[in-house]
């Protein structure tokens, strides 16, 4: 296992973090819970290999999570690591409500507090929350009353969102972030990166394998890694590119067996800061552009042609289009779609007005791909 400095904070950190958002499940009746001893003997093995830092947040595994982290880090693990909970700030109705929601996760943990306090999922519109229910004032009596060591933030948005956010508060101790070769210019994107990393800001970095997408690439991708002279497979690509950067300390991966964690482990024995050589960094732009290419609808997701006067969600249903295009899972696009027709979202809502085609920027035959789209799905479903 590699360790970093975490930022300026003055102590070191594993380079893999465990994201407990995918823990070992077992059904009950026909409810998937989390089975707590395949869990804890999981979360605990991973520290004895040399993981120090444990993310949670209070809806994973439907508020399961933080109690089963709380179990396994009893008999000594609490010592050994960072430990990060985050605020659930859809829950936050009045101000008092975020004081009562953190006492709730440190019961629900069982610590006197934790190491970061996150806000969960944060946003342009979030931030707006926070800032009128006086977010820093939290946070400080959080700090100063010893139930909290450092606040942070979780992010997803895009750029301008991120450096609003970045920049409004002077105690950030931390910021996570989507981060992802493919990911390179979405989210906080490696400018919001480099900011963070300029302000002293450490971040750690979620999804870094898409949710698991880019650990099973399609042909074109898999041809790519089996041609380059580097021998990684496309797991090691993934987080090798991450672990390159400076400002990023720890690199969550969400774990459900010891397979995973066993491989992920003798992964991380290897990555360094700077390990990638230019010819590598080249590689994975070339791995972003094969992905990229199977994108068959080239919209930018820059919502000129919305609203559509039928309400069709012209972006989302070219995003869930390209998406099960770009890693070749059709099922991914069927269960978006299939949600999109419940709300009246979809498609076959068009009637032609072309409206959506004279705004958008790309000349995009949008009434065509729509067409083409719900047909191909309506052929699948038969
Ligand atoms: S052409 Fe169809 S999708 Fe485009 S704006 Fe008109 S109704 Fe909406
Ligand atoms: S205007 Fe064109 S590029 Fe922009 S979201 Fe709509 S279809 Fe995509």
């Avoid at 360790?3 to 973090?17: A, I, M, N, Q, T």
């Avoid at 609003?164 to 210019?185: P, S, T, V």
């Avoid at 979405?186 to 997408?213: C, N, S």
């Amino acid at each position: 296992m590699q360790y970093v400095p975490f930022g300026k904070h003055g102590f070191d950190v594993s380079r893999l973090g465990f994201g407990c958002m995918r823990l070992p499940t077992r059904m009950e009746g026909d409810k998937q819970v989390v089975d707590q001893e395949a869990a804890i003997a999981l979360i605990r093995r991973g520290i004895d290999g040399g993981i120090t830092y444990v993310d949670t947040a209070y809806p994973y595994h439907g508020g399961e999570s933080e109690i089963v982290v709380g179990k396994a880090l009893k008999n000594g693990y609490r010592e050994k690591v960072t430990l990060t909970t985050k605020l659930p700030i859809w829950a936050v109705n009045e101000e008092k409500d975020m004081n009562r929601l953190l006492d709730e996760q440190l019961k629900k943990l069982d610590v006197p507090y934790v190491d970061f306090y996150l806000l969960h999922a944060m946003n342009n519109e979030r931030m707006d929350k926070m800032i009128a229910f006086h977010y820093k004032d939290f946070l400080a009596q959080a700090v100063r009353d010893g139930r909290i060591k450092r606040p942070g933030f979780s992010f997803h948005d895009g750029k301008e969102a991120f450096l609003r956010i970045l920049h409004d508060y002077d105690n950030w101790g931390m910021a996570q972030i989507q981060f992802n070769y493919l990911d390179d210019q979405e989210q906080a994107t490696v400018d919001g990166l480099r900011e963070a990393g300029r302000m002293g800001i450490p971040l750690v970095v979620m999804e870094p394998l898409r949710g698991g997408a880019l650990a099973n690439p399609p042909k074109n991708v898999r041809e790519l890694m089996e041609n380059n002279p580097h021998k990684r497979s496309a797991v090691e690509w993934a987080f090798a590119y991450i672990a390159d950067y400076p400002e990023v300390a720890t690199i969550l991966s969400g774990m459900s067996s010891r397979q995973q964690l066993d491989d992920n482990l003798r992964v991380f024995d290897t990555l360094t800061v700077g390990g990638m050589t230019d010819a590598d960094r080249q590689f994975a732009k070339e791995l972003k552009q094969a992905y990229l290419s199977r994108m068959p609808v080239k919209c930018t997701a820059c919502q000129y042609c919305q609203p559509c006067p039928q309400n069709v969600h012209i972006p989302d249903i070219f995003q869930a289009y390209n998406s099960a295009k770009m890693f070749d899972d059709p099922g991914r696009f069927r269960g978006r779609y299939r949600e999109m027709i419940e709300k009246a979202f979809d498609a076959s809502n068009c009637v032609q007005c072309g409206a959506c085609e004279a705004a958008c920027p790309q000349h995009l035959s949008i009434i065509d791909w729509l067409q083409t789209i719900d047909k191909e799905y309506r052929e699948t479903e038969k």
